[in-house]
């Protein structure tokens, strides 16, 4: 994503157009982020309407509001994709809860468990599509591709080194996905079902 | 616990490995429960969904890279760890530094590396806790990896969500109603781009149109139709004063004469490095209408031989957009909708109001009958009723001996039927007049004067 208007200056003029009410900056921001939070959704929620649905939930957020992000705490990318989970596990925790409450499925462990699994691999999900291209690369033709390193090393042209750095530290990025709680995804009563957008 | 191991921590946390997952069609695996996350990672302060932290440091190099060779307990013999018996089928033990097994490690967890190196590496992990830690955190990860879902989301989505926004919070600067067809369809087409390979940007593409009496095409690629609509969407920027993608000072050109400069303009065949010139160039576009104010929807743009209103010029560059993407996701064997009813509807409107003075041009070159009726201005004449059928349709009244004149159900001389993208497909060039599918009654030479008309509509 080297495009001349790469963040944050993309992200702060994004940001100022929001705020000011111009709905063909509504358009652009779609288009550079649906695919995003519609398969982040998808990720947690394992259901195209209800991925719908939240992509409608995130961006009417986010038009409503702009001045919600903060440059500082990173790049909108990163900020789109967290409100896209935290709602994406709202709902999946609300879906759950009531099929609960309602035919006594399942419990509060399988609850949290579900909810976790779905976080991680939405967060897992983002890293991939977040890491530096050459890792990205490496680890599609490793995994994907099914080639060696030194197959991979020689179709990316870098030394066997180089491939088995890249391999090694792109699991490494991968495997954050799985080293910390989310918020959300607290037990209820400890912390209410999630926040609401 | 051993009490013969004087360390048994160090027992403790370097449990026997299993070797690592076996990639991709293993679906099993990947959609089974990842383990509880290790308390002992090192990576707490990295998770990009964390509010409070930067999220900046996926470039940042390793922090396992810190415990340095030396740091490591002493390698214990081999032997004595049971689950590596020595068995002739194996594999042989390599002798590999610990900086090279460690750095092995990511390709063991993708099953990326020869047997000799992976019984290596599994023989070093059963005496050594820090790779073992590593080594289990990075086969959990490769669980995670995942195929990418194929993306292709409702294009209906957009004009939903960007509904449901609108209606939460009204627009300050709306996008004016006349730009809607060229927001949505340069949105589809960007769409579909984003999910074509590489090689695909240069499967061919046959541009089709109709000249005069006949069919003609140009040969090119999908990227080379994306540098088609660049160049000719750059007709409308340069008449807003935007940048013009041909370069500033460019002598008044024709649709097709901007697209074979452009095209000769690079030594090179594009690419898809066009797609980003593209995108911003019809971003920019819906951008300064909405800024323009009203008045700026009859500003004249000219297309060389003949000139359009910025509303219907848009609205013309929104049904050439949709055409070309038809052409593209022919090409690259993807399906493709029409556009929706209503913006359908505004296009047919558009060729239907361009009609008489297309019939009276071909008549000119003696191409159409000659005029039956002289109709004063403003006055009805003889007409043709065209009805469009399916989303998008409707009936129009299509004056026939005049452009001035207006077209009139109760002059009505003959009548036309057609499916909406059969029509389309007519105004297109890419279906010959006199095969046009057209349930047709009444005056047989206005039929074939307004078919071949519609078809003439067309250009590259």
Redesign the interface.
Known sequence: MATKDTPPRWDRKMQQRLARGEAAALGELYDRFASLVHSLAHRVLDDDDAADQITREVFGYIWENPDAYDPKQGNMRSWVARLTQRQAVHRLRQAEALAFAERGEGTAEELEQKVRRASVAARADYIVTSMPTPLRQALELAYFQRRDYRQTAADLGVTEDEARRRLRLGLQLLSTANTRPLEGSSPPGAGGYGRSL | MSGANDDPEEIARAPWIPGPRR??DDHADLTS???P??PS?S??E??????SS???E??E??P?DESSATGLPPARDAREVPEVPEVPALPELLDLPHRTLK?????W??S???PEETRTVEAHLTECAPCAD?AL??R???G??????D?D??PL??S???E???G????????PAWAAPY?AET?RL??LL?DIGEAEWHAPVRLKWFEGERAVNRKTTVAGVLGHLLAVDGLVAASLGLDDPLGAGIAELSPAERTEAYWKSSARPPTRAVR?PW?DQS?TL??TV?FAGRGVADLTVTYGDFALPLRDSLLERAFECWVHADDIANAVDYPYDPPSGSHLHGMIDLAARLLPAALADRRRLGLAAPARELVTAGSPGRSLHLEIEGAGGGHWYIALDSPAALGSPDHAVAQVAMDGAEFCQLLAGHVPPQDAAAGQDGDREAIRDVLFAAASLSRM
């Open positions: 990639a991709a429960p990842p383990p996350p290790s990672s990576f707490a990295s998770s990009p969904f964390d509010e930067p999220f900046a996926f470039a190099p390793s396992f750095s092995l490690l990511g390709a967890a993708l990326a590396c020869s590593e955190r990075l959990d990860a490769v995670l990896l995942h195929a990418e879902r993306l989301l409702d989505l957009r939903r969500v960007l449901n926004c609108l939460r919070r009204p627009a300050r600067i709306p996008v927001d949105a960007d769409a984003r980003e995108r971003h819906i951008r909405s």
